[in-house]
């Protein structure tokens, strides 16, 4: 059973970074690419980033480019996000994935002053 827990999201100021952890289990995680995407109010989810199966490549929306980096930790089966400088229009709920349709519970971030 693929299952994929995202946390550490959370309320910060504009200009804050958070870390978010996204564990993953039911699968062979690290011959995966893993993405992480976020749906922000009343618009589509949308891509953020993405890390090969075994960070050697990495790719990020323009919109988030040198702000977030993507990272991953194989033995441990998580990847991360680091989200620097971080604004308003951030604010949405963050969610990782690797196989498509397969999505966990997802996880808030509320950038506000």
């Known amino acids: 059973q693929v299952q994929l827990v995202e946390s550490g999201g959370g309320l910060v100021q504009p200009g804050g970074s958070l870390r978010l952890s996204c564990a993953a289990s039911g699968f062979t995680f690290s011959i995966y690419a893993m993405r992480w995407y976020r749906r922000a109010p009343g618009k589509e989810r949308e891509f953020v980033a993405h890390i090969s199966g075994n960070g050697g490549t990495t790719n990020y929306a323009d919109s988030v480019k040198g702000r977030f980096t993507i990272s991953r930790d194989n033995a441990k089966n998580t990847v991360f996000l680091q989200m620097n400088s971080l604004k308003r229009e951030d604010t949405a709920v963050y969610y990782c994935?690797?196989?498509?349709?397969?999505w966990g519970q997802g996880t808030q971030v509320t950038v506000s002053s």
């Open positions: 994935n690797a196989i498509l349709g397969y």
